[in-house]
């Protein structure tokens, strides 16, 4: 017998205990309208590595382990594709420009992964990337298992990869976070991380047009259009949290 439906509710009811009933409506109203047209919205914050950093508040004995650029990473690159499900080409591109990865280990098993980029051109959207100015670091696309969300994974990550920034000598992290992910909104909010500016992408299928607006700071001096077509948004993975 199909287990679907048993998932599907399992599903819904994560997303109502984690996001509440305003930011699941929103969400699914976004699933219903896809075909026709796509919407994100996040908020910008950053980080200034020169301060005290906050403790992490993670529930559980956390080990994070940071895997970096050109090492041979074979087998935890199949080991982050498979926990977050997204393509394992895309892991190996990231770890072969130089980007570094955290993982999370909780009771020996992986529990999550964050990414860290140090040069431009990292993705937030299909068409739409980040512009890094010297001594800045990028956090994004971070990942908890269902089984360990609330458990404050996200902050020990967070903490390790920050403190890597820190010993390269850079001094400013930046990351996004998606407007409907109020977790780790709560997380930049418990760091005092300020928000910087707000990206919000509307796409339009029929007629390929993307509308794209910030608010509290020009679009140009954080982020470029590229020539990939934006009429893919490609998923956050942070939209997972």
Known sequence: MSNGPSIRRQSIGEAL??????FSSLLALREILRPFMYWHAWHIFQTDLQQPLPEPYAKEQVEVRIYVGKENLEDIAAQISSLGNIPLADVKF???????????YVRRQAAGF???????????VRGVNWILHENETLRYDSFVVPQWRGHGIHSAMNRALTEYAR????????SAISAVNTQSLNLAKHNRNPKVMTVILIHFRGVNWTYVKTIGAPFDSRFFLSSKALHRPRKSVGDEL
């Open 167 to 174: 010993d390269r000598g850079l001094t400013r992290a930046v």
């Open 114 to 124: 964050m990414w860290m980029a140090f040069a431009n051109g990292a993705e937030l």
């Open 17 to 22: 205990r984690y996001r509440g009933l305003f």
């Open 94 to 104: 990231q770890f072969g420009r130089g980007d570094a990865a955290a993982v999370a």
